[in-house]
Protein backbone atom coordinates (compact mmCIF):
# COMPACT_ATOMS: atom_id res chain seq x y z
CA UNK A 1 0.00 0.00 0.00
CA UNK A 2 2.88 2.34 1.06
CA UNK A 3 4.68 2.18 -2.35
CA UNK A 4 1.25 2.71 -4.11
CA UNK A 5 0.09 5.49 -2.33
CA UNK A 6 3.83 7.31 -3.64
CA UNK A 7 3.91 6.16 -6.87
CA UNK A 8 0.30 7.98 -7.04
CA UNK A 9 1.85 11.62 -5.91
CA UNK A 10 5.21 10.97 -7.88
CA UNK A 11 3.78 10.78 -10.90
CA UNK A 12 1.88 14.46 -11.50
CA UNK A 13 5.30 15.63 -10.30
CA UNK A 14 7.45 13.79 -12.95
CA UNK A 15 4.82 15.47 -15.62
CA UNK A 16 5.33 18.98 -13.91
CA UNK A 17 9.05 18.65 -14.17
CA UNK A 18 8.89 17.17 -17.89
CA UNK A 19 6.79 19.94 -18.68
CA UNK A 20 9.55 22.67 -17.14
CA UNK A 21 12.07 21.36 -19.05
CA UNK A 22 10.37 20.54 -22.58
CA UNK A 23 9.26 24.45 -22.36
CA UNK A 24 12.66 26.35 -21.26
CA UNK A 25 15.17 23.92 -22.35
CA UNK A 26 13.44 21.73 -25.10
CA UNK A 27 16.63 20.40 -27.08
CA UNK A 28 19.90 20.47 -24.43
CA UNK A 29 18.69 20.14 -21.07
CA UNK A 30 18.92 16.22 -20.71
CA UNK A 31 22.31 16.29 -22.11
CA UNK A 32 23.92 19.16 -19.43
CA UNK A 33 25.88 17.62 -16.15
CA UNK A 34 24.75 17.91 -12.67
CA UNK A 35 27.16 17.72 -9.75
CA UNK A 36 25.67 16.55 -6.46
CA UNK A 37 26.79 15.56 -3.07
CA UNK A 38 25.90 12.89 -2.18
CA UNK A 39 27.96 12.32 1.63
CA UNK A 40 29.71 14.58 3.45
CA UNK A 41 31.80 12.95 6.64
CA UNK A 42 33.26 14.50 9.40
CA UNK A 43 34.16 13.72 13.23
CA UNK A 44 30.97 14.96 15.43
CA UNK A 45 32.87 17.25 17.50
CA UNK A 46 36.19 18.55 17.54
CA UNK A 47 38.59 21.19 19.30
CA UNK A 48 39.30 24.79 17.58
CA UNK A 49 42.99 24.93 16.37
CA UNK A 50 42.76 20.84 15.14
CA UNK A 51 42.78 19.73 11.81
CA UNK A 52 39.94 17.06 10.59
CA UNK A 53 39.80 15.15 7.25
CA UNK A 54 36.29 16.03 5.57
CA UNK A 55 35.13 13.58 3.28
CA UNK A 56 32.66 14.02 0.47
CA UNK A 57 30.97 12.15 -2.01
CA UNK A 58 30.09 13.78 -5.50
CA UNK A 59 28.47 12.67 -7.97
CA UNK A 60 27.81 13.78 -11.75
CA UNK A 61 24.48 12.58 -12.04
CA UNK A 62 23.78 14.68 -15.70
CA UNK A 63 23.80 13.23 -19.00
CA UNK A 64 26.91 15.04 -20.34
CA UNK A 65 30.81 15.34 -19.09
CA UNK A 66 31.28 18.60 -17.36
CA UNK A 67 33.59 21.08 -19.64
CA UNK A 68 37.44 21.62 -19.32
CA UNK A 69 36.98 24.98 -18.18
CA UNK A 70 36.34 23.54 -14.62
CA UNK A 71 34.30 24.28 -11.51
CA UNK A 72 35.03 25.62 -8.12
CA UNK A 73 34.01 23.88 -4.85
CA UNK A 74 34.19 25.39 -1.31
CA UNK A 75 33.79 24.50 2.05
CA UNK A 76 32.05 26.90 4.14
CA UNK A 77 31.92 26.50 8.21
CA UNK A 78 28.74 28.42 9.26
CA UNK A 79 26.68 29.06 12.46
CA UNK A 80 23.88 27.97 10.08
CA UNK A 81 22.47 26.41 6.94
CA UNK A 82 22.63 29.05 5.00
CA UNK A 83 25.96 30.74 3.35
CA UNK A 84 26.43 33.92 4.07
CA UNK A 85 29.26 36.30 4.61
CA UNK A 86 29.45 35.90 8.17
CA UNK A 87 30.66 32.18 7.28
CA UNK A 88 34.67 31.06 7.12
CA UNK A 89 35.83 29.42 3.94
CA UNK A 90 37.61 26.37 4.92
CA UNK A 91 39.04 24.85 1.67
CA UNK A 92 38.02 25.75 -1.58
CA UNK A 93 39.62 24.13 -4.46
CA UNK A 94 39.41 24.44 -8.72
CA UNK A 95 38.46 20.85 -10.26
CA UNK A 96 39.78 21.26 -13.65
CA UNK A 97 39.64 17.08 -14.52
CA UNK A 98 36.18 16.73 -17.07
CA UNK A 99 33.70 14.74 -14.79
CA UNK A 100 32.11 11.91 -17.04
CA UNK A 101 28.25 11.46 -16.95
CA UNK A 102 27.29 9.07 -13.82
CA UNK A 103 30.39 8.99 -12.10
CA UNK A 104 31.36 9.49 -8.32
CA UNK A 105 34.29 11.76 -7.19
CA UNK A 106 35.75 11.18 -3.59
CA UNK A 107 37.46 14.22 -2.18
CA UNK A 108 39.23 14.02 1.77
CA UNK A 109 40.15 17.27 2.02
CA UNK A 110 42.12 17.85 5.49
CA UNK A 111 40.62 21.25 6.89
CA UNK A 112 41.88 23.90 9.79
CA UNK A 113 39.37 24.45 12.29
CA UNK A 114 40.59 28.07 13.29
CA UNK A 115 42.03 28.05 16.67
CA UNK A 116 39.88 31.20 17.65
CA UNK A 117 36.99 29.84 16.62
CA UNK A 118 34.23 30.64 19.44
CA UNK A 119 32.62 27.42 21.10
CA UNK A 120 29.34 25.82 19.36
CA UNK A 121 27.28 24.23 17.08
CA UNK A 122 28.16 24.87 13.68
CA UNK A 123 27.66 23.38 10.20
CA UNK A 124 30.26 21.91 7.65
CA UNK A 125 28.69 23.05 4.39
CA UNK A 126 29.88 21.49 1.09
CA UNK A 127 29.46 23.73 -2.03
CA UNK A 128 29.95 22.17 -5.76
CA UNK A 129 30.36 24.56 -8.62
CA UNK A 130 29.96 26.99 -5.92
CA UNK A 131 30.70 30.14 -8.55
CA UNK A 132 27.57 28.65 -10.64
CA UNK A 133 30.09 28.50 -13.69
CA UNK A 134 28.89 25.11 -15.22
CA UNK A 135 25.66 24.69 -16.65
CA UNK A 136 23.77 21.64 -14.76
CA UNK A 137 20.36 19.94 -15.25
CA UNK A 138 19.59 21.14 -11.53
CA UNK A 139 21.30 24.33 -9.89
CA UNK A 140 19.81 24.23 -6.96
CA UNK A 141 21.16 20.26 -5.74
CA UNK A 142 25.02 21.27 -5.27
CA UNK A 143 24.98 22.03 -1.46
CA UNK A 144 24.88 19.18 1.77
CA UNK A 145 26.22 20.00 5.43
CA UNK A 146 26.86 18.35 8.60
CA UNK A 147 26.84 19.54 11.82
CA UNK A 148 29.52 19.89 13.91
CA UNK A 149 30.47 20.93 17.55
CA UNK A 150 33.23 23.08 18.01
CA UNK A 151 34.96 23.14 21.79
CA UNK A 152 37.61 25.08 23.08
CA UNK A 153 40.87 23.25 24.46
CA UNK A 154 41.91 24.64 27.46
CA UNK A 155 44.22 22.52 28.91
CA UNK A 156 47.76 22.06 28.39
CA UNK A 157 49.57 19.21 26.82
CA UNK A 158 50.30 17.18 29.20
CA UNK A 159 53.53 14.57 28.82
CA UNK A 160 52.40 10.98 28.43
CA UNK A 161 55.89 9.52 27.61
CA UNK A 162 59.43 10.65 27.41
CA UNK A 163 62.27 8.01 25.93
CA UNK A 164 64.84 7.30 27.41
CA UNK A 165 62.79 7.39 30.83
CA UNK A 166 63.48 10.27 33.18
CA UNK A 167 66.84 8.94 35.03
CA UNK A 168 67.67 6.07 32.81
CA UNK A 169 71.02 4.61 32.60
CA UNK A 170 72.68 2.89 29.95
CA UNK A 171 71.39 5.01 27.14
CA UNK A 172 73.12 4.26 23.68
CA UNK A 173 74.80 6.98 22.29
CA UNK A 174 72.92 7.96 18.74
CA UNK A 175 69.84 7.94 20.59
CA UNK A 176 67.16 10.13 19.78
CA UNK A 177 64.69 11.66 21.95
CA UNK A 178 61.15 11.64 21.90
CA UNK A 179 58.48 13.75 24.49
CA UNK A 180 55.53 12.40 23.79
CA UNK A 181 52.01 14.09 24.99
CA UNK A 182 48.49 13.39 25.42
CA UNK A 183 46.94 15.09 22.55
CA UNK A 184 48.79 16.17 19.18
CA UNK A 185 50.81 19.47 19.10
CA UNK A 186 52.73 21.74 17.33
CA UNK A 187 55.67 23.88 17.03
CA UNK A 188 55.99 26.68 19.84
CA UNK A 189 58.49 28.58 20.57
CA UNK A 190 61.29 25.33 20.00
CA UNK A 191 63.14 26.38 23.30
CA UNK A 192 64.63 23.37 24.25
CA UNK A 193 67.72 22.97 26.22
CA UNK A 194 69.96 19.60 26.04
CA UNK A 195 72.79 19.92 28.25
CA UNK A 196 75.76 17.04 29.12
CA UNK A 197 77.38 17.13 32.71
CA UNK A 198 79.30 19.74 31.83
CA UNK A 199 76.35 22.07 31.42
CA UNK A 200 77.91 22.80 27.40
CA UNK A 201 74.94 22.78 25.30
CA UNK A 202 74.38 20.14 22.58
CA UNK A 203 73.36 20.71 19.21
CA UNK A 204 70.31 19.08 18.05
CA UNK A 205 67.47 19.24 15.05
CA UNK A 206 63.68 18.82 16.08
CA UNK A 207 60.45 17.29 14.36
CA UNK A 208 56.71 16.77 15.20
CA UNK A 209 54.45 14.13 14.22
CA UNK A 210 51.49 13.92 15.60
CA UNK A 211 51.65 14.15 19.65
CA UNK A 212 55.42 13.81 19.77
CA UNK A 213 58.08 15.48 19.67
CA UNK A 214 61.39 14.08 18.42
CA UNK A 215 65.06 15.77 19.09
CA UNK A 216 67.83 14.28 17.69
CA UNK A 217 71.44 15.41 18.43
CA UNK A 218 73.47 16.13 15.31
CA UNK A 219 76.45 14.18 16.57
CA UNK A 220 76.75 11.12 18.80
CA UNK A 221 76.33 11.98 22.28
CA UNK A 222 79.72 11.25 24.39
CA UNK A 223 79.20 9.53 27.78
CA UNK A 224 77.57 11.66 30.42
CA UNK A 225 74.40 12.41 32.27
CA UNK A 226 72.22 14.71 29.94
CA UNK A 227 69.50 17.07 31.11
CA UNK A 228 66.96 18.07 28.72
CA UNK A 229 64.54 21.22 29.52
CA UNK A 230 61.42 21.67 27.31
CA UNK A 231 60.50 25.72 28.92
CA UNK A 232 57.16 26.51 28.32
CA UNK A 233 55.64 27.02 25.12
CA UNK A 234 58.51 24.78 23.21
CA UNK A 235 55.41 23.35 21.74
CA UNK A 236 51.54 23.75 22.21
CA UNK A 237 48.51 21.82 21.58
CA UNK A 238 46.32 22.25 18.20
CA UNK A 239 44.33 24.69 20.59
CA UNK A 240 47.59 26.76 21.05
CA UNK A 241 47.98 25.89 24.98
CA UNK A 242 51.69 25.86 25.71
CA UNK A 243 53.00 22.87 27.19
CA UNK A 244 54.70 23.55 31.04
CA UNK A 245 58.21 23.42 32.26
CA UNK A 246 59.63 19.95 31.57
CA UNK A 247 63.18 18.56 32.84
CA UNK A 248 64.39 15.24 32.20
CA UNK A 249 67.80 13.69 32.53
CA UNK A 250 69.19 10.00 31.58
CA UNK A 251 72.84 8.83 31.20
CA UNK A 252 74.96 7.85 28.07
CA UNK A 253 77.31 5.03 28.82
CA UNK A 254 79.26 3.88 26.28
CA UNK A 255 81.48 0.91 27.60
CA UNK A 256 83.34 -1.97 25.26
CA UNK A 257 84.96 -5.17 26.64
CA UNK A 258 87.92 -6.46 24.90
CA UNK A 259 90.55 -9.23 26.11
CA UNK A 260 93.72 -8.10 26.41
CA UNK A 261 95.67 -11.31 26.72
CA UNK A 262 95.54 -14.89 25.61
CA UNK A 263 96.32 -18.01 27.62
CA UNK A 264 94.92 -16.18 31.08
CA UNK A 265 91.26 -17.28 30.59
CA UNK A 266 89.26 -19.35 33.44
CA UNK A 267 86.10 -19.69 35.00
CA UNK A 268 85.69 -17.00 37.66
CA UNK A 269 82.46 -18.85 38.82
CA UNK A 270 85.12 -21.60 39.79
CA UNK A 271 85.89 -19.33 42.93
CA UNK A 272 82.54 -19.45 44.89
CA UNK A 273 83.46 -16.56 47.08
CA UNK A 274 84.24 -14.21 44.58
CA UNK A 275 81.03 -15.35 42.51
CA UNK A 276 78.70 -14.71 45.03
CA UNK A 277 80.14 -10.98 45.88
CA UNK A 278 79.81 -9.79 42.25
CA UNK A 279 76.80 -8.10 41.31
CA UNK A 280 74.36 -10.11 39.48
CA UNK A 281 73.98 -8.26 35.94
CA UNK A 282 74.36 -8.70 32.15
CA UNK A 283 77.55 -6.98 32.06
CA UNK A 284 79.20 -8.62 34.97
CA UNK A 285 77.96 -12.21 32.30
CA UNK A 286 79.60 -10.72 29.71
CA UNK A 287 82.86 -10.38 31.23
CA UNK A 288 82.97 -13.39 33.20
CA UNK A 289 82.37 -15.06 29.26
CA UNK A 290 85.38 -12.75 27.97
CA UNK A 291 87.64 -14.00 30.99
CA UNK A 292 87.27 -17.67 29.97
CA UNK A 293 88.97 -16.57 27.05
CA UNK A 294 91.67 -14.06 28.48
CA UNK A 295 92.36 -11.10 30.16
CA UNK A 296 89.31 -8.99 29.87
CA UNK A 297 89.38 -5.10 29.88
CA UNK A 298 85.83 -2.58 30.29
CA UNK A 299 86.71 0.66 28.69
CA UNK A 300 84.23 3.34 29.73
CA UNK A 301 84.87 6.52 27.64
CA UNK A 302 86.10 7.00 23.86
CA UNK A 303 90.09 7.39 25.02
CA UNK A 304 89.89 10.94 25.49
CA UNK A 305 91.65 12.72 28.48
CA UNK A 306 91.94 12.41 31.92
CA UNK A 307 92.79 8.32 30.86
CA UNK A 308 92.91 6.08 33.94
CA UNK A 309 93.77 2.13 34.29
CA UNK A 310 92.67 0.13 37.36
CA UNK A 311 94.01 -3.21 37.51
CA UNK A 312 92.66 -5.94 40.21
CA UNK A 313 93.87 -9.33 40.67
CA UNK A 314 97.12 -9.52 39.40
CA UNK A 315 97.07 -11.99 42.63
CA UNK A 316 94.83 -14.80 42.29
CA UNK A 317 94.12 -15.51 45.83
CA UNK A 318 93.19 -11.93 46.80
CA UNK A 319 89.89 -11.46 46.60
CA UNK A 320 88.48 -7.91 48.17
CA UNK A 321 89.67 -6.42 44.86
CA UNK A 322 88.62 -8.07 42.01
CA UNK A 323 85.07 -7.57 43.52
CA UNK A 324 85.41 -3.90 43.95
CA UNK A 325 86.68 -3.30 40.46
CA UNK A 326 83.79 -5.46 39.26
CA UNK A 327 81.29 -3.13 41.60
CA UNK A 328 83.19 -0.13 39.92
CA UNK A 329 82.53 -1.44 36.49
CA UNK A 330 78.78 -1.78 36.93
CA UNK A 331 78.33 1.40 38.47
CA UNK A 332 80.67 3.48 35.92
CA UNK A 333 78.50 1.63 32.97
CA UNK A 334 75.19 4.30 34.88
CA UNK A 335 77.43 7.01 35.82
CA UNK A 336 78.51 9.93 33.54
CA UNK A 337 82.57 10.40 33.52
CA UNK A 338 85.06 13.00 32.09
CA UNK A 339 87.41 11.36 30.27
CA UNK A 340 88.29 7.61 29.74
CA UNK A 341 88.65 4.83 32.45
CA UNK A 342 90.43 1.27 31.71
CA UNK A 343 89.12 -1.73 34.13
CA UNK A 344 91.42 -4.83 34.48
CA UNK A 345 88.70 -6.70 36.91
CA UNK A 346 90.54 -10.06 36.59
CA UNK A 347 94.45 -9.58 35.40
CA UNK A 348 94.84 -13.74 35.24
CA UNK A 349 91.07 -15.27 35.29
CA UNK A 350 92.85 -18.60 35.50
CA UNK A 351 94.51 -17.74 38.52
CA UNK A 352 91.42 -16.15 40.07
CA UNK A 353 89.38 -19.06 39.19
CA UNK A 354 92.28 -21.45 40.73
CA UNK A 355 92.34 -18.83 44.25
CA UNK A 356 96.22 -19.17 42.61
CA UNK A 357 98.79 -16.68 44.15
CA UNK A 358 101.24 -17.88 40.98
CA UNK A 359 100.60 -17.76 36.96
CA UNK A 360 103.25 -20.15 35.05
CA UNK A 361 105.32 -21.03 38.98
CA UNK A 362 105.98 -17.24 38.87
CA UNK A 363 104.31 -14.17 41.25
CA UNK A 364 102.59 -11.92 38.37
CA UNK A 365 103.92 -8.86 40.50
CA UNK A 366 107.53 -9.79 40.56
CA UNK A 367 107.43 -10.18 35.88
CA UNK A 368 105.81 -7.08 35.07
CA UNK A 369 109.18 -6.46 33.35
CA UNK A 370 109.25 -9.49 31.52
CA UNK A 371 107.54 -9.73 27.82
CA UNK A 372 105.19 -12.01 27.35
CA UNK A 373 103.41 -11.85 30.85
CA UNK A 374 99.96 -10.79 31.61
CA UNK A 375 101.39 -7.91 34.06
CA UNK A 376 103.71 -6.78 31.24
CA UNK A 377 100.72 -6.61 28.77
CA UNK A 378 98.65 -4.15 30.97
CA UNK A 379 101.63 -1.87 30.91
CA UNK A 380 102.21 -1.87 27.19
CA UNK A 381 98.56 -1.14 26.66
CA UNK A 382 98.78 1.15 29.61
CA UNK A 383 101.51 3.19 27.44
CA UNK A 384 100.18 2.42 24.14
CA UNK A 385 97.04 4.43 25.72
CA UNK A 386 99.33 7.70 27.33
CA UNK A 387 97.23 6.43 30.76
CA UNK A 388 97.66 9.39 32.80
CA UNK A 389 97.85 7.09 35.91
CA UNK A 390 97.11 3.48 36.83
CA UNK A 391 96.00 2.22 40.11
CA UNK A 392 96.94 -2.11 40.90
CA UNK A 393 94.41 -2.95 43.72
CA UNK A 394 95.34 -5.88 45.81
CA UNK A 395 94.84 -7.20 49.42
CA UNK A 396 97.52 -7.90 52.30
CA UNK A 397 97.34 -10.81 54.86
CA UNK A 398 97.43 -9.56 58.67
CA UNK A 399 101.78 -9.22 59.29
CA UNK A 400 102.38 -9.84 55.64
CA UNK A 401 103.76 -6.84 53.70
CA UNK A 402 102.30 -4.43 54.00
CA UNK A 403 100.42 -6.32 56.23
CA UNK A 404 97.76 -3.36 56.59
CA UNK A 405 95.18 -1.16 54.58
CA UNK A 406 97.73 1.45 52.74
CA UNK A 407 98.74 3.25 49.83
CA UNK A 408 102.01 2.67 48.20
CA UNK A 409 104.33 4.45 45.53
CA UNK A 410 107.64 5.97 44.62
CA UNK A 411 108.34 9.30 44.66
CA UNK A 412 111.51 8.75 41.67
CA UNK A 413 111.21 9.12 39.02
CA UNK A 414 107.48 9.62 38.99
CA UNK A 415 106.91 11.96 41.70
CA UNK A 416 103.08 12.60 40.55
CA UNK A 417 103.15 8.54 42.01
CA UNK A 418 103.41 10.50 45.54
CA UNK A 419 100.80 13.25 45.01
CA UNK A 420 98.44 10.51 43.77
CA UNK A 421 99.00 8.43 46.85
CA UNK A 422 98.80 11.37 49.07
CA UNK A 423 95.70 12.39 47.93
CA UNK A 424 94.02 8.59 48.05
CA UNK A 425 95.65 8.09 51.25
CA UNK A 426 94.29 11.85 52.61
CA UNK A 427 90.46 11.09 50.79
CA UNK A 428 90.43 6.99 52.11
CA UNK A 429 92.12 8.29 55.46
CA UNK A 430 94.38 5.07 54.38
CA UNK A 431 98.35 4.82 55.60
CA UNK A 432 100.44 6.42 53.11
CA UNK A 433 103.41 4.08 52.36
CA UNK A 434 106.12 6.03 50.29
CA UNK A 435 109.28 4.77 48.54
CA UNK A 436 112.18 6.90 47.36
CA UNK A 437 113.11 4.62 43.99
CA UNK A 438 111.09 2.60 41.76
CA UNK A 439 111.93 -0.55 41.15
CA UNK A 440 114.45 -1.02 44.11
CA UNK A 441 112.38 -2.86 46.61
CA UNK A 442 109.62 -4.27 44.28
CA UNK A 443 111.50 -4.66 40.33
CA UNK A 444 108.85 -6.32 38.22
CA UNK A 445 106.26 -5.00 40.12
CA UNK A 446 103.24 -3.17 38.14
CA UNK A 447 103.48 -0.32 39.81
CA UNK A 448 107.14 0.03 39.74
CA UNK A 449 107.76 -0.73 36.36
CA UNK A 450 104.60 2.25 35.70
CA UNK A 451 106.78 4.48 36.97
CA UNK A 452 109.73 3.59 35.76
CA UNK A 453 108.04 4.33 32.25
CA UNK A 454 106.75 7.85 33.35
CA UNK A 455 103.33 6.43 33.99
CA UNK A 456 102.52 7.70 37.41
CA UNK A 457 101.44 4.44 39.38
CA UNK A 458 100.18 3.48 43.02
CA UNK A 459 99.25 0.02 44.32
CA UNK A 460 96.51 -0.07 47.48
CA UNK A 461 96.16 -2.49 49.01
CA UNK A 462 93.37 -3.65 51.92
CA UNK A 463 93.42 -5.93 54.75
CA UNK A 464 92.33 -9.44 54.53
CA UNK A 465 93.76 -12.74 54.42
CA UNK A 466 94.21 -14.52 51.08
CA UNK A 467 91.07 -16.22 49.55
CA UNK A 468 88.82 -14.13 52.04
CA UNK A 469 87.10 -11.03 52.34
CA UNK A 470 87.43 -9.39 55.35
CA UNK A 471 84.35 -7.04 56.30
CA UNK A 472 84.34 -3.82 54.82
CA UNK A 473 87.57 -4.79 53.01
CA UNK A 474 85.57 -4.50 49.78
CA UNK A 475 83.95 -1.01 50.45
CA UNK A 476 87.83 -0.11 51.16
CA UNK A 477 89.29 -1.25 47.96
CA UNK A 478 86.30 0.51 46.30
CA UNK A 479 86.89 3.59 48.27
CA UNK A 480 90.23 3.24 47.20
CA UNK A 481 89.64 3.51 43.38
CA UNK A 482 87.05 6.23 43.73
CA UNK A 483 89.62 8.03 45.57
CA UNK A 484 92.33 7.81 42.63
CA UNK A 485 89.60 8.62 39.72
CA UNK A 486 88.57 11.48 41.91
CA UNK A 487 91.84 12.68 41.83
CA UNK A 488 92.34 12.35 38.09
CA UNK A 489 88.89 14.48 38.21
CA UNK A 490 87.09 11.85 36.35
CA UNK A 491 83.99 11.65 38.35
ZN1 LIG B 1 98.81 -8.72 45.91
Not at 23 to 43: F, K, M, R
Not at 342 to 369: D, E, H, L, M
Not at 386 to 409: E, M, Y
Request: glycine content about 6%; hydrophobic content about 35%.
Amino acid sequence: MYHKKHLIFLLPLLFISLFVFSSSNTSYGAELPDLTNTDIQAPDSVYAGQSILVKITNWNTGAATSDDAGYKDTLYLSQDTAIDDSDQILYTNRQTAPREANTPLNLSIPVLIPADTAAGYYNLIFVTDSSKELSELDEDNNILSKGILIQRDTTPPLINSIDPAPGAFNVGSAKAIKVSFNEDIKTGNLWIDLVNGNGAKVAYTTAISSNTLTITPIHPLPQSLYTLTLHPGAVTDQSGNPNSLIVSSFTVSIYRIDIIHYGTGGDIRKNKLVYKNLPKTTLTNQILAAAKKGTPMVTFGDGSGPRVMVVAGVHGNEVPAVIAAMRLINNLSKTSIKGTIYVVPFAIPSATARKSRYWKGANPNQVANKPGTPTNKIITLARQFNVNALGDFHSTKPRGVPGKTSILCTRYPTYESYKMALSISQQTRNSLISQHQAGASYPGAVEDVCNLAGIPAVTCEVKSRHNTVAPGSVTSSYNQMIALLRYMALL
